[in-house]
DNA sequence: GCTTGACCTTCCCATCATTGGAAGGCCCAG
DNA sequence: CTGGGCCTTCCAATGATGGGAAGGTCAAGC
């Protein structure tokens, strides 16, 4: 069994150090065994969680979500239904976001395409800004 | 000069009064007048800052753009380009972002999609995270 | 004038996920 | 046996906001 510090497992699972800790400490995780030094170990499992963390994470799911993730993962009993409902709860938050950045986005670009960006004070982004209509 | 509490400025302008004083304290707002009895007191060109900063926001710009945003506003003296500037580096932002969800969207979607959603165990989504290739 | 209730004040804490740093201990190579 | 690279824990900060406690102020009604 080829064991890791935590160090290790950062640079092998792209989750770093620092957060590892903190998965443990949220309960995210479960203690990691220690080496006589307090040193913490990792195993190809643990690395599979890890990277299965990474994932979930890059695909915008939150720590909790994350949780019922692993949940679930590990859950042979699993209904693939729950899974799909948490990743379409979050397909949903997502839409729910970009909708609103892209309304902010259209305003900003339709203000800033009628300012003309020169020496002169006048500017119709100040001005929506201040409220003058 | 009609004269609000920090209440009466919240409802006017948005912004609430826990919001207000917090912008007083990190300094995007100056120091309110107070009254004999310590409450703050907005007159209308206050009201008027504090609905410049509440569609600042809105627009999603940061509290410390909106502190530029803001610090133009003041200058007679500005250059539309300062304002343009600061507009175009929001908007790339938001779009950076728009991007980076719509990718993870646009993964889970596809994913979501090809689960069946009932009382099985099996799941794309959880074979994704997995890693599972 | 006094009470009552709505409002104000400050101060501290929580969120969410992550990073940074300090102080001190462990481990291995030279 | 020493150096330096890794590890440990603990504390703090980020950004923008909300929540709540303890206590002071104000205005209306009696």
């Keep these: 069994m080829s064991m890791?510090?935590?160090?290790?497992?950062?640079?092998?699972?792209?989750?770093?150090?620092?957060?590892?800790?903190y998965y443990e400490a949220i309960?995210?995780?479960?203690?990691?065994?220690?080496?006589?030094g307090g040193y913490r170990h990792y195993g190809p499992t643990d690395l599979?969680?890890?990277?299965?963390?990474r994932r979930a994470r890059d695909l915008g799911f939150s720590l909790e979500n994350?949780?019922?993730l692993l949940r679930l993962w590990r859950d042979r009993d699993r209904?693939?239904?729950e899974v799909k409902a948490l990743a379409e709860a979050h397909i949903a938050e997502l839409?729910?976001?970009?909708?609103e950045m892209s309304a902010m986005m259209r305003t900003l670009a339709h203000l800033a395409e009628h300012c003309h960006?020169?020496?002169r004070p006048d500017c119709p982004i100040i001005d929506d800004l201040a409220g003058c209509h």
């Design 4 to 21: 890791n510090t935590i160090g290790a497992a950062a640079k092998a699972s792209g989750v770093s150090a620092k957060m590892i800790r």
């Design 27 to 36: 309960g995210l995780l479960p203690p990691a065994p220690r080496s006589e």
């Design 48 to 53: 599979h969680v890890l990277r299965f963390i």
């Design 66 to 68: 994350t949780a019922q």
């Design 79 to 81: 209904s693939s239904s």
């Design 95 to 99: 839409r729910a976001k970009i909708d």
């Design 117 to 119: 960006g020169d020496n």
